[in-house]
């Protein structure tokens, strides 16, 4: 089988270095890029000529610079076909599957052994996908009824959810709740992560698909 042409993002010096010499010790990859940041990687891959482009990328998410989770768009622009591997200590719930909705195809704990992040290189070039065993629990935990986003949420927050499904501003709620307005801002904080959303339109959007 003709190497797997890989690149890797990650500002770790020896982690980085570990990767490139353990992956093509394996004589399944080839290492065509390995750069500290996104910046640095969109850089270098001006250089290289079509037939050099990285068929699977493996990307930390925090990085200086732009982080990982950001620079996937501008990655899939140059590169639309990579397969992007995220290999991070990031494992919560809101970073997989912003990663997996922008384009990741696996999602790997840095907890994971060179070995099995070998292996999980091997099943991406195969065409199949890949998580550490952590993450495809915490997937499988989302996609669970009984573990509802919806219903992690306390009595306060369900009442400031339905204020805004009512389309009452933040300060409304405040003086329809009587507490403070910075209370309110950090309720809708908390009630953002435990969701999983980030504007007021997806919390809508999520509230009223579980009928809350």
């Not at 190497?3 to 010499?21: F, Q, W």
């Not at 919806?150 to 409304?172: A, M």
């Not at 209370?183 to 999983?196: D, G």
Request: hydrophobic share 40%; with cysteine; aromatic share 6%.
């Amino acid at each position: 089988m003709t190497p797997n042409r890989l690149a890797i993002i990650e500002d770790e010096p020896v982690i980085r270095e570990n990767l490139r010499l353990y992956l093509e010790a394996e004589g399944a990859f080839k290492i065509v890029c390995s750069a500290p940041s996104v910046e640095d990687f969109l850089s270098e891959i001006k250089i290289l000529k079509p037939e050099q482009m990285p068929d699977a990328l493996l990307l930390d998410i925090q990085l200086p610079g732009m982080s990982g989770l950001n620079g996937i768009p501008w990655i899939k622009g140059v590169l639309p076909k990579v397969d992007i591997v995220m290999l991070t200590t990031f494992e919560d719930t809101a970073s997989i599957f912003r990663a997996l909705r922008m384009g990741a195809t696996s999602y790997l704990s840095k907890q994971t052994s060179l070995a099995n992040i070998a292996e999980a290189l091997k099943v991406v070039q195969r065409g199949g996908s890949y998580m550490s065993p952590s993450i495809a629990r915490k997937v499988v935990e989302h996609f669970s009824p009984a573990q509802s986003p919806i219903h992690q949420l306390t009595p306060r927050q369900h009442q400031i959810v339905q204020g805004i499904l009512d389309g009452l501003s933040y300060q409304d709620i405040a003086n329809q709740l009587f507490i403070s307005l910075d209370t309110v801002r950090s309720h809708i904080k908390k009630i953002y992560s435990t969701l999983e959303v980030s504007s007021k339109t997806e919390l809508i959007h999520k509230t009223m698909k579980h009928n809350l």
